[in-house]
C-alpha cells in the first residue's frame, strides 16, 4: 500500500499537482479499500489468510472457546451479574518514539541518523460487563517526580489518573493490588 501511495504521489508531484495531507489520507484509504477487495476475492485461493502480531498471534484459539464455555457456566451457576465481572487491560505508549516509517521520496533529503527514543508510560484501564463502573486508570512511568511537573506546579493527586511510578514503568503485582 505503501510502495503505491509513494508512485501516485510522485506522479502528481511530477505533473505539477498540489497534494496536501488531507488529500493524501484520501488516497490511502481508496488504495487500502482496493487492496482489502482484491485480497478478498482471492481468499478462496490462498491458505495463509490474514498474519496476526503480537498477542492476537500467540493466542490458543480451542483454549479460549473452552474458557468462554467455563466462565459462562461459572456466570449462570453463582449468579454472578454483569457489573460484577472487571476487565483490566494494560497498554504501553512510546510517546517519544519516531516512525520507522516516512513518506519521503529517493529524490527528498534522507531524515538524518538519530538515537531512537524508548520513553514510554503504561497505562492499566478497567471498568466492568456493563460499563457502568470505570476504575480510575493507572498510569505508570519511570519518574516519580518528572521535570514537567515540578516547571507547571502539577499536583499528582488531582490528576484524572493514578500516578505511580518504577524504573521500567511496568504495572507491579502491588500496583494492581492497590
Same mark, same amino acid.
Given at each position: 500500500?505503501?510502495q503505491l501511495l509513494l508512485l501516485w504521489i510522485k506522479e502528481k508531484q511530477l505533473a505539477g499537482d498540489s497534494v496536501s495531507e488531507a488529500i493524501i489520507c484520501e488516497k490511502a484509504g481508496s488504495i487500502f479499500q482496493d487492496l482489502k477487495?482484491?485480497?478478498?476475492?482471492?481468499?478462496?485461493?490462498?491458505?495463509?489468510?490474514?498474519?496476526?502480531?503480537?498477542?492476537?498471534?500467540?493466542?490458543?484459539?480451542?483454549?479460549?472457546?473452552?474458557?468462554?464455555?467455563?466462565?459462562?457456566?461459572?456466570?449462570?451457576?453463582?449468579?454472578?451479574?454483569?457489573?460484577?465481572?472487571?476487565?483490566?487491560?494494560?497498554?504501553?505508549?512510546?510517546?517519544?518514539?519516531?516512525?520507522?516509517?516516512?513518506?519521503?521520496?529517493?529524490?527528498?533529503?534522507?531524515?538524518?541518523?538519530? %538515537?531512537? +527514543? &524508548?520513553?514510554? @508510560?503504561?497505562?492499566?484501564?478497567? $471498568? #466492568?460487563?456493563? *460499563?457502568?463502573?470505570?476504575?480510575?486508570?493507572?498510569?505508570?512511568?519511570?519518574?516519580?517526580?518528572?521535570?514537567?511537573?515540578?516547571?507547571? %506546579?502539577? +499536583? &499528582?493527586?488531582? @490528576?484524572?489518573?493514578?500516578?505511580? $511510578? #518504577?524504573?521500567? *514503568?511496568?504495572?507491579?503485582?502491588?500496583?494492581?493490588?492497590?
Amino acid at each position: 500500500m505503501e510502495q503505491l501511495l509513494l508512485l501516485w504521489i510522485k506522479e502528481k508531484q511530477l505533473a505539477g499537482d498540489s497534494v496536501s495531507e488531507a488529500i493524501i489520507c484520501e488516497k490511502a484509504g481508496s488504495i487500502f479499500q482496493d487492496l482489502k477487495r482484491e485480497v478478498t476475492e482471492t481468499e478462496g485461493e490462498s491458505s495463509q489468510g490474514i498474519i496476526r502480531h503480537g498477542e492476537a498471534s500467540s493466542g490458543d484459539i480451542k483454549e479460549a472457546e473452552n474458557f468462554i464455555k467455563v466462565f459462562e457456566k461459572l456466570f449462570s451457576e453463582e449468579g454472578y451479574l454483569p457489573q460484577q465481572v472487571l476487565n483490566c487491560d494494560e497498554t504501553g505508549l512510546f510517546w517519544k518514539k519516531m516512525p520507522r516509517r516516512t513518506f519521503i521520496t529517493a529524490e527528498e533529503k534522507s531524515l538524518p541518523i538519530h %538515537k531512537a +527514543m &524508548k520513553d514510554w @508510560l503504561t497505562f492499566a484501564l478497567c $471498568a #466492568n460487563a456493563i *460499563a457502568d463502573f470505570k476504575i480510575k486508570p493507572l498510569l505508570v512511568y519511570h519518574s516519580e517526580n518528572p521535570r514537567a511537573f515540578k516547571a507547571y %506546579k502539577v +499536583m &499528582k493527586e488531582k @490528576l484524572q489518573v493514578l500516578w505511580r $511510578a #518504577n524504573s521500567k *514503568a511496568w504495572v507491579t503485582r502491588q500496583f494492581f493490588i492497590e
